[in-house]
């Protein structure tokens, strides 16, 4: 026998990974097991999956079960299944190097975050090789299912390398035998591994068997009835298929007759992890069909925008021999699709009915998700958009929202759309100058601070036949003018040369300048032509395209503002005053600031370091010439 012993290195990056679970000592060590178990149960569902279409299969009738046993003279564990086993070039691929993704995540994790090896061993599968953080040696024995071929040994003790050499092994399936290490001997107990079984793999769907007992749940709990399972039972589950170590925010069971019969148990997780957020890349849904596992992270059973959901979707009606293939396309998954997207909408209508709080949570989590459902899934576009949420201006603090049913309540007979500004924070839409005239007028206005919230609102433009509009927007029907002090502001021939003034000295950087009916307490600012892009949105194009030309604006001017009114009698007395045409300069790049779009604000700092100096100088000048005899009298 030992001459067939080959012996083999392992690829670096496994070396790399076994380096730092066998040199670290592990609070988690324990997961080692759930990690086996998992092999083990992923192993016995894929023989039960290739046995539905292969009649030429070893050891056909094998019981499908995990069996667990322990020597506490040798110091040695065992676990054995009767799956789908490994071939010689099998052991090479998965065991020689990372197979699993989830492993390669770990590594990444590790290595960018510099984050505690523990914290991220139980949110990540390590995989096979976390027996290392408890064995100075393993032994696995395995055949695989084929009818021809043999057994094979696989040995490590954790580094460098790995040996391998046939065996006689009749039967199917993976035995692997543990030498623990000296700290870790405290798992040579029958209660110790029971317990371990219990917290993390107690709904895996085949039996685990300790001492010839059966130690975990095997029924698949979505199968159950709701009143025969806690919250307890749905929160391990949970715990169990997504390794997250925290409790899921929301969990829904249904069980479904008609006109399809299928099982599910969705779960929405408390935070969404990067994957998800950034990759886009879903988690996905497990997928069963008669009680057989037949995918994971299924990514047909719900749209897109719903990724962040984890859960098990079984059906009776589903064929055990759909192919992994043809899932894609198949009309049933469709018609599941359908119904679990509903029911999941209603769960969140209804929480956000009967629980405000906790559903201003979940917004402030998946609220974007929510949105980018608006915009993807017409069909449920009603549903969605009841559970959108905004801040506005009738709130005292970024942390309050409103529903858009409660804004259409809270509009006075004559407001005929539902007004919004968009910005980057709602401190900076505070200081619009737009606003001003809704402020003074108590009119509502939505704050879009969200980067897609510009998109969401393009993709709308209404709710219930009121329409959304910006304020920034040109020419908004039906405003009526400020009640004020008119005897404050400048007469029609006044404004008309104002205008001119500031026409001829800005040119073509204005589509137009006009008179504004919406600033209170600012000068001037920049109005979106009707129609046009928000100017937010208009950064967010040229962020991605360096290209792309702004478009012009109008200028809007408070003809009751006192600089413009002081700007007016200076215009009167010398239209070449030098002055004025730097107020007009210095006034128009305030507005491009306001919108985001002055290119160099640190330009506007050296005009007001200007007008300062002018000021200071004109201040004194005056207080010389008013108080001449006041200093002879003192001289004296
Ligand atoms: P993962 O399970 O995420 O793929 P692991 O490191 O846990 O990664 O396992 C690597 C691979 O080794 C598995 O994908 C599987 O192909 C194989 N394997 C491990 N344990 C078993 C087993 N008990 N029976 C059959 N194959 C196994
Ligand atoms: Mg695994």
Redesign the pocket.
């Known amino acids: 026998m030992s001459d067939n012993k080959e012996v083999h290195e392992y690829q670096a990056e496994m070396q790399k990974l076994l380096d730092i679970l066998v040199h670290s000592l592990y609070t988690e060590r324990e997961i080692f097991l759930r990690?086996l178990i998992?092999?083990?149960s992923?192993?016995l569902s894929k023989i039960q999956f290739t046995t539905l279409t292969n009649p030429d299969i070893l050891d056909k009738d094998a019981t499908l079960d995990i069996k667990l046993s322990f020597d506490s003279e040798a110091k040695t564990l065992t676990i054995e299944?009767t799956?789908?086993?490994?071939t010689k070039e099998?052991l090479i691929n998965?065991?020689g190097t990372i197979?699993?993704s989830?492993?390669l995540k770990f590594l990444k994790e590790m290595q960018s975050n510099k984050e505690k090896a523990e914290n991220l061993i139980g949110q990540f599968?390590v995989?096979?090789?976390s027996v290392f953080m408890v064995a100075q040696k393993v032994v696995l024995e395995?055949r695989s299912y084929h009818l021809e071929g043999q057994g094979w040994r696989w040995s490590s003790g954790g580094s460098g390398n790995y040996e391998l050499e046939p065996i006689e092994k009749s039967n199917r399936g993976?035995k692997i035998t543990i030498h623990l290490n000296e700290e870790s001997e405290e798992y040579c107990s029958e209660f110790r591994m029971e317990n371990i079984v219990k917290k993390y793999s107690n709904y895996i769907p085949f039996p685990i068997l300790l001492k010839d007992k059966t130690v975990n749940k095997v029924k698949a709990l979505w199968t159950l009835s709701k009143q025969d399972i806690t919250k307890d039972d749905y929160e391990e589950f949970y715990k169990t298929l997504s390794h997250d170590f925290k409790a899921p925010f929301l969990y829904q069971h249904l069980s479904i007759d008609a006109p399809i019969q299928y099982y599910a148990l969705l779960f929405v997780p408390e935070e969404v992890s990067n994957d998800v957020l950034y990759a886009r890349e879903s988690t996905g849904v497990s997928l069963y069909a008669q009680r057989v596992f037949i995918q994971s992270e299924n990514k047909n059973l719900l749209p897109p925008y719903l990724r962040f959901i984890r859960g098990v979707v079984d059906s009776e009606d589903l064929p055990l021999n759909v192919s992994r293939e043809s899932i894609q396309h198949n009309a049933l998954l469709e018609k599941i699709k359908k119904s679990l997207t509903t029911r999941l909408l209603k769960e969140f209508q209804s929480l956000s009915e009967s629980n405000v709080e906790k559903f201003k949570t979940f917004w402030k989590t998946f609220g974007s998700f929510i949105k980018e459902g608006v915009s993807a899934d017409f069909p449920n576009r009603e549903r969605l958009v009841e559970l959108l949420r905004f801040n506005s201006s009738v709130h005292d603090s970024g942390d309050e929202l409103t529903s858009l049913p409660e804004y259409v309540s809270r509009m006075s007979e004559e407001q005929k759309e539902i007004y919004y500004v968009v910005g980057p924070s709602r401190e900076a839409v505070l200081h619009n100058p737009n606003l001003e005239y809704f402020k003074a007028n108590s009119l509502e206005v939505l704050f879009l601070v969200d980067h897609i919230d510009d998109f969401l609102m393009t993709d709308l433009r209404e709710y219930k036949g009121k329409s959304f509009k910006s304020i920034s927007q040109a020419d908004i029907e039906g405003l009526k003018d400020k009640d004020e002090d008119k005897s404050e502001t400048l007469s029609e021939e006044e404004s008309k040369s104002v205008i001119d003034f500031f026409q001829e000295k800005l040119g073509d950087k204005v589509a137009d300048v006009v008179v504004s009916k919406r600033l209170v307490g600012s000068p001037c600012s920049l109005i979106n032509p009707k129609d046009g892009m928000s100017s937010h949105m208009e950064k967010m194009m040229q962020a991605v395209n360096k290209d792309f030309q702004l478009s012009k604006k109008n200028l809007e001017i408070n003809m009751s503002h006192r600089i413009i009114r002081n700007m007016s009698n200076l215009l009167q007395e010398n239209a070449s005053n030098p002055f004025l045409e730097e107020c007009v300069q210095q006034l128009f790049n305030s507005a491009l600031l306001v919108e985001g779009l002055l290119d160099n604000p640190l330009e506007l700092l050296t005009h007001m370091y200007d007008f300062m100096g002018d000021s200071t100088e004109f201040r004194l000048k005056s207080s010389e010439s008013a108080t001449p005899e006041s200093a002879a009298e003192t001289k004296e």
């Open positions: 990690e998992s092999n083990a992923d192993a299944d799956g789908i086993g490994m099998d998965n065991l197979a699993s989830g492993t599968g995989g096979f090789y395995t993976t």
